[in-house]
């Protein structure tokens, strides 16, 4: 049944009037918001309640998506779309006199991610909704997300993110689904009378696990999947001896904050609180949920998928040995066979410093039972493996080494499935950072390139663009992403170049006015919009991007009369908070900026944009109006990247290292249709092991690097306090770990190129044009097939009319 526009108006003022008991004339704009969020999701019930009992009823497998971050960004949008009640939701406001995008504002965007892995795992819920797969998400309700971010003289200040102030429409409280997680304490093994071996606890921390769903809407195809978030509460019957507020602390802090580095793993108690918290809770919920199907616990793996998203949540390994030790008296040998099927794993990073490794001490403290159980897990690796592969590499692979849980073989030992997120990623892992599991276990490596929901990315972010493909290319593309390759028909078609190029620059118009109204800064629409958005990592070289833009100020001022094709920088980044070094290059290009944009000598030539407190909603702003798409860490350090795909998605070309899924872009789009620059990842790693690699040697030997890197530390750039001399100095004097000095040439003449192009506004957005036609195969709809197909053993429930059809070209 449609919904009319008067039937909405009807409806929705009658809703508003419910909730406030008065006209919605009278409502401020977060309580129309509020209104309309709830008038959706009252909508959407129906489908919500139908898609849990339809998966109950046929008994069908489901996957659980466990990840301790998601990041889904703003839901009204989204959701009205999938629904197919955008436009009737848009008229209908407007006949009220208001307008869809001024009531989003007032939504929070729930930053409850650090970045790529949290938006990943969003992108893959809203996929495994849209194609019908019976899959739910398990994490964590944080009650602040990711710090704000502000800028103060330059300098990244944090504050908390209270996402929760003015209430979340989207989530259900569901307190019939509450479970209890333990603790500390001391634990043993007693027989009981039926001869059973039983845990007994005493002295624990109890602590109520609360869920709250959240809606995860199909596009048109009437499913709605489940997004379970949890929240740490004292249990009700204990709440006598929690006195004062002060007594209640080390239960609420459980869920109060999202850990903010996502590159440098420290042994904090509390994060290990977390991670257990929402895998106790996870695990629970299911087996709970498997009871409803009446089957034996040996048919589990049949059933239900675990997927562990990085290590964080790989403590589901023994908490679900556990439960069918102690709980469902199964033997070691039925549980860890159940385990092990149910349970596979993604690596996101091969950064060491990130990977998690606990003290065991602190383990054995906080989880007696788990470590008990990790202690086994180890000891029958060990007595396996030992006698076949030798002690060499049995204590390479151990979870147990040097006092610490090393919870990525935990993940590798009790997973049937092990994946890289880009082909290179998984080479990588293969030959480098688990090389020795690799060989002990070749079948259970396989790569998923990461994927993007276009939904999001194109459909919503740049209607233009959406527009613009619909009237070449038909709605065929909308469900079945492959179609975008018709677009590559229009390449030599001149009225298409124009009107695409008339589409990106009314998008930049659009972001220009957006960074005056915000910033203060005019730039020109008709600049290369050039976009390096994503966390701020040395391996990521936001640092390399500044050289540049310092070099070019430089040239600009000592050749006024030259040339320049105009440019605007533009930045979203956040440093961890105690990421010194990520910190001092933010300041470093905000003081940067400060100069560049003030100096009249520069005027259109050349501006530096630097957005605060960059985030999902910020990213569907700069994405449709970008140009350039900056992605330039050292090969080999980025594990797949998916910036990369959003924007030339959306028709930005790739300036970009051969790293990650960069190489996949390559691949698809073609070489003459980006900028590549930079060293392979096999000349990283040669150089890494000739390990005579000296940068002081390249600075002082080119002139050019040497001037723009002297004026990091000559007061060229004002109002820095030692942050350039920092800079500097990792560069020049302690050798460069991220081999900045050695792509800085290289880079430099790729972007000579960018300027060159540009220049040529027909052949540019020919080559846009040729991106945005070859961007279908990182569709996240096709990564989640891939999953659900090779991992997951899991199918599309839904009857699909326009099922993913496979690629013409697949990744593997
Ligand atoms: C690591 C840690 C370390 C312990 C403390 C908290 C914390 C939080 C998050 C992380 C995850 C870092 C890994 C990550 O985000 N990897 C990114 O994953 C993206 C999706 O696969 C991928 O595109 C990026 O290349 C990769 O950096």
Redesign the pocket.
Known sequence: MTLTVKAFIKEFKSQFQSMYAYSYKEGSTEQLYNALGLYIKNYLSRNWKETKEDYVENSVKQVYYFS??FLPGRQLESNAYNLGLLDTIKEGLNEMGMSLEELEEAEADPAL????????ASCFMDSLASLGVPGNGNGIRYQYGLFKQKFVDGYQVELPENWLRYRNVWETRNDKSTCMVKFGGNVWLEKNHLGYMEAKYENTLNVLAVPYDTPMVGYRNNVVNNLRLWSAEIPVEEEENYHTLEATEPIKEITQVL????????G?LL?LKQEYFMVSAGVQSILRHYKKYNLPRKNIPDKVAIHIN?T?PALVIPEMMRILLDEEHLSWEQAWEITFKTCSY?N??I?RE???KWPIDMMKDLLPRIYMIIEEINQRFVDTTAPIYGDRITWQTAILQNGVVNMAHLAVIGSHSING??KL?TEILMEDVLKDFFELYPERFNNKT?GITQRRWMHLANPGLTRLLDEKIGEEWKKNPSELKVFKGFEQDEKTIKELAKVKFENKQRLADYIEELQGIKVNPKAIFDVQIK?LHAYKRQHLNMLHILYRYLDIKENPSKDFVPRVFIFGAKAAPSYMYAKQIIKVINSLAELINNDPDVGDKLKVVFFENYGVSLAEKIIPAADISEQI?LASM?????SNMKLMANGALTLATLD??NIEIKDFVGEENMFIFGLSSKEVYELKAAGNYNSKGIYESNEKLRHTLDALTNDTIPGLNGEGYAVFDSLVNYNDEYFVLKDFESYIKAQEKVDALYRNTDEWTRKSLLNIASSAPFSADYTIKRYADDIWKVKQHSEQKDSVQPLDEPLT
């Open positions: 301790m971050e991610g650090n970045g790529g892995l949290g938006r990943l850990y903010p580095d996502d590159s440098n793993y420290e904090r994060r990085d964080h993604t996101h990073t950064l990130a990977l998690e997120v880009a990623h990461n966390r860490s980025e594990a797949s990247g998916t990650g899924a």
